[in-house]
């Protein structure tokens, strides 16, 4: 999730753990939401770890790390006759 759709969905209590967990305030936080700011790599950390991993790295600085690799599914078991 992004820090914009986390302002929109998210109470203004949840807002207010987030900024106060990351070390910055909520109008920070408004301003990352607004998209005016990008926080700096360990901010961005700090936003990661303060949310519990709602908000992820590569949404907050695309721009350093990339998305997560996807995993692939487990191929099906075989389905071999014995006999």
């Known amino acids: 999730m992004d820090v914009r759709t986390f302002w929109l969905t998210q109470s203004k209590e949840a807002i207010k753990r987030l ?14 939401a607004g998209r005016w700011s990008r926080p700096s790599p360990a901010l961005a950390q700090k936003l990661v770890e303060a949310s519990g991993g709602v908000l992820t790295l590569h949404e907050l600085r695309p721009d350093i790390w990339t998305p997560p690799a996807r995993r692939r ?11």
Do not use: F, I, K
């Not at 900024?19 to 301003?31: L, P």
């Not at 599914?73 to 075989?78: A, C, G, N, Q, Y």
């Open 19 to 32: 900024a106060h967990g990351a070390g910055t305030t909520v109008g920070y936080v408004e301003q990352l």
């Open 73 to 83: 599914p487990d191929p099906p078991p075989s389905e071999e006759v014995r006999g």
